[in-house]
């Protein structure tokens, strides 16, 4: 059975930095993209960035609104991903989630974890 | 940047009816568009992929089609758990933007 569980959100200070860990389990890691989603109180889906596959490197995309600020990897060796967060705006307040890449294109997201909770706040 | 506008943004309907909804990309992106339903607390779940293609385990009363840069998805019947959110997605290009979403509510 597939199964992403995300960790490490909480509530941080604007400026400060947190990170975001994704467990997965079921599949094999190494040959998928995964990518990291977040949705703000009350609001819509916002697509943060991706990991391409080790096939492809391990490249990685990323939004704008947080690119240079944001840093996702992954670990294949331990089936974890990764989403390191700097400088934090209170407008990165959301649920982040994070998603398996469907095996082959294109690569809509098939599996979500059930989220975590940051607040960037004073 | 692509932009996905998905019409309407609220939908009230009733138990049995068939339903549209539209996204509408703001250039071409071939197929790569997905749906996406979420229930409120919950993540959300893939329901259509390429546009048209149902995603393993989902009722066929879900379906996706397309028109040159307009996709719909339709359903065909409504069931009791089918009101929540929808959303669509492009993965023709980065940034991979989401739709700002169609809430489906029981009239």
């Known amino acids: 059975e597939v199964q992403l569980v995300e960790s490490g959100g909480g509530l941080v200070q604007p400026g400060g930095s947190l990170r975001l860990s994704c467990a997965a389990s079921g599949f094999t890691f190494s040959d998928h993209y995964m990518d990291w989603v977040r949705q703000a109180p009350g609001k819509g889906l916002e697509w943060v960035g991706r990991?391409?596959?080790?096939?492809?490197?391990?490249?990685?995309e990323y939004a704008a609104s947080v690119k240079g600020r944001f840093t996702i990897s992954r670990d294949d060796s331990k089936n974890s991903l990764l989403l390191q967060m700097n400088s934090l705006e209170t407008e990165d307040t959301a649920v982040y989630y994070c998603g398996r890449g469907r095996y082959g294109d294109p690569r809509d997201i098939d599996f979500w974890g059930q989220g975590t909770l940051v607040t960037v706040s004073s | 940047d692509i932009q996905l506008t998905q019409s309407p943004s609220f939908l009230s309907a009733s138990v049995g009816d068939r339903v549209t909804i539209t996204c509408r990309a703001s250039q071409g992106i071939s197929s790569y568009l997905a749906w996406y339903q979420q229930k409120p607390g919950k993540a959300p779940k893939l329901l259509i992929y390429a546009a048209s293609t149902l995603q393993s385990g989902v009722p066929s009363r879900f379906s996706g089609s397309r028109s040159g840069t307009e996709f719909t998805l339709t359903i065909s019947s409504l069931q009791p758990e089918d009101f929540a959110t929808y959303y669509c997605?492009?993965?023709?290009?980065?940034?991979?933007?989401f739709g700002q979403g169609t809430r489906l509510e029981i009239k």
């Open positions: 997605q492009q993965l023709n290009s980065y940034p991979m933007t």
């Open positions: 990991t391409r596959n080790k096939a492809n490197s391990h490249t990685t």
